[in-house]
């Protein structure tokens, strides 16, 4: 009856576990919005704003709102249609700087595609102020006592295309005397230098406070999550901040969270995606950011004022990144001076472990070509370096089971008494110098492994629309292909705890199988729960991105072989094993007869 009791009591927790896992799935991963339709964007729609409900963000970021993405590209067109532009042609940005404010509000990413499909348009990071995607960039300065330029002001430029062969200088003047000029120059990554430049020609000193912002809208935001971050981000006396997200912001109402000490870098992340002014390291810049209401926000770069003599010019440069959050690129300006610009990755705290193995399963990538071949070989790799490891938990359960008589007499001798009982035998495990937790070693050794898997799987752009083979198209994301839809024939999405795919089912199989070959639990009902966690897992696993379930499976499938190989080196332990699943599936029948024989008989 205790057994049966427990069985229950599993089954019960199993199925609370599945419904508050599917709602889990649902905040954690949103589905991405339908794509609006063809109509919308010739005026019906395009014109309306939301409905006021905000659509949850995605991992992806980006509008989701259907009226916002036709209205978007009908603002876009017509703001990039107006001319009085200078455009960016670089092998990793392309885009353009508007004249008018001398705004960065037009950046396209070359290497990132909105969709797996390859023939996708390349992600747009940056657009105008007032399109509903609003991400931007401006330099300037607040003068006192004399005419700055502003947002109005009609630049002019001594080239009309920036690349890295051909920096651009914009220049203003004003009635009295001073020239401000921007002068921009662009590398073949993300990076922009502006260096502000202020010439004082006229007969008394000029006192400017020269500022730097980036601005965003938090429609375009990804999803913030508990481990991966997005949002306002920064690095100050050296140390990257995550504390702040848009609702900490919004709940200043309109007044600047300020940072003390000096800022290294400050901006706006996604999970992919990031764009950050960094100032010089002299420079005594301070950081702020502030909501600027409707959605709103910005990170401004406040630098001390400056007083320019007559005859004399002052300039100091400011450096804009816009791009894709490349591990490999970011380093390589970590290098160059921008201090801890790899950690706008949100590695958390154990970035000490999942570098390297994001550093290994990239180097297998560029070995191979293919990142699930790489995590598959990395698989290999971490079951190869846990053998020996493997081959004493095999001995260790051998001399487990050769302790279980004198453990079943030291419990019967001392069944009423509970902490002798204990004493005795952790003395026997003492003097047969037995450890029981030495079976657990490789298990716990595996949790490191996967969670740093599943932190590189989930954060680092270069795994994002990676394929595998066959319908695996992107390994960052879930198993598209579900069987209640017949493998996507029928017209509906399944919820996502009944969203089994095929790696879904072969890990449930193949953790199935594992199972078969471990040694039978002395506990029936313990042995029952045992036996349905392979397809408890195998829904609890399917919503998880593809590549972390090619992982599983392939150390499943290694388990088994290790546990076949090792059973062949002892046979003792094999012949165990399996005498102790006939004792347990003994005393499951004799338990399911004397139930059967207690319920009352219907007349």
């Not at 649902?26 to 939301?50: H, L, N």
């Not at 472990?353 to 071949?373: A, C, R, T």
Request: include cysteine; charge should be positive; charged fraction near 15%.
């Amino acid at each position: 009856m205790q057994n049966q009791r427990n069985v229950i009591m599993a089954v019960v927790l199993t199925g609370l576990l599945l419904l508050g896992w599917e709602s889990a799935m649902r905040w954690f991963y949103p589905a991405p919005p339908p794509k609006p339709q063809v109509a919308a964007a010739s005026g019906a729609t395009a014109t309306a704003s939301t409905d006021g409900s905000k659509p949850k963000p995605t991992r992806e970021g980006g509008l989701q709102n259907a009226a916002d993405i036709a209205l978007e590209k009908k603002d876009l067109a017509q703001e990039l249609a107006a001319g009085n532009r200078v455009v960016i042609d670089a092998p990793g940005l392309k885009g353009s700087i508007n004249l008018k404010g001398a705004v960065v509000d037009d950046v396209t990413l070359v290497r990132h595609r909105e969709a797996v499909d390859k023939n996708s348009a390349p992600v747009r990071l940056f657009s105008p102020a007032g399109t509903p995607a609003q991400h931007y960039a401006q330099l300037g300065w607040v003068g006192e006592g004399v005419a700055a330029p502003d947002a109005n002001t009609e630049w002019t430029a001594d080239g009309n295309r920036l690349t890295p062969q051909t920096p651009v200088t914009l220049r203003w003047a004003n009635p009295t005397g001073q020239t401000f000029s921007i002068r921009y120059a662009i590398d073949n990554d993300y990076m922009i230098t502006a260096t502000q430049g202020v010439a004082n020609a006229g007969g008394a000193p000029a006192v400017v406070k020269p500022f730097a912002l980036v601005a965003r809208t938090d429609k375009t935001a990804s999803l913030d999550t508990w481990n991966v971050h997005s949002g306002p981000i920064g690095a100050f006396d050296g140390s990257v901040n995550f504390s702040n997200n848009y609702s900490t912001v919004a709940e200043a109402q309109g007044q600047t969270i300020p940072f003390k000490g000096t800022t290294n870098w400050i901006g706006f992340t996604d999970i992919y995606w990031l764009s950050a002014l960094v100032p010089d390291a002299s420079a005594k810049a301070e950081g702020a950011f502030r909501s600027l209401g409707n959605g709103v926000y910005r990170a401004d770069l406040i630098f001390p004022n400056v007083s320019v003599a007559p005859g004399q010019a002052q300039s100091q440069t400011v450096r804009l990144f816009a791009g894709g959050k490349e591990n490999a690129v970011l380093e390589k300006y970590e290098a160059a001076g921008v201090t801890n610009f790899s950690l706008s990755i949100d590695w958390g705290w154990f970035r000490w472990f999942e570098k390297p193995i994001f550093w290994l399963l990239d180097s297998l990538f560029k070995l191979v070509g293919n990142f699930g071949v790489a995590i598959i070989l990395l698989t290999l790799i971490v079951r190869g370096i846990m053998f020996p490891i493997a081959q004493r938990q095999f001995a260790s359960m051998a001399a487990m089971r050769a302790l279980q008589p004198k453990m079943k007499a030291l419990q019967e001798r001392y069944k009423d008494d509970k902490q002798t009982q204990q004493q005795k035998i952790m003395e026997l495990y003492k003097t047969e110098k037995v450890n029981p937790l030495a079976g657990c070693l490789p298990m716990f050794l595996q949790i490191p492994v996967f969670f740093a898997l599943y932190k590189v799987l989930v954060l680092t752009i270069e795994m994002r629309h990676q394929p595998f083979a066959l319908w695996i198209k992107d390994l960052s994301a879930p198993d598209p292909l579900h069987v209640l839809n017949l493998f996507g024939l029928l017209p509906f999405t399944p919820p996502s705890f009944l969203a089994i795919g095929v790696l879904a089912i072969l890990l449930g199989f193949t953790m199935w199988l594992q199972f078969k070959l471990q040694p039978a639990a002395m506990d029936p009902a313990q042995q029952q729960v045992f036996s349905i966690m392979p397809w408890i897992m195998m829904f609890v696993m399917a919503p998880f991105a593809a590549g972390l379930l090619i992982y599983w499976i392939t150390s499943n499938l290694l388990t088994i072989a290790q546990q076949k190989y090792l059973y062949s080196r002892h046979p003792q332990l094999k012949a165990q094993a399996d005498k102790d699943q006939l004792d347990v599936d003994r005393v499951v029948a004799r338990e399911q007869k004397s139930a059967a024989n207690r319920k009352p008989k219907t007349r």
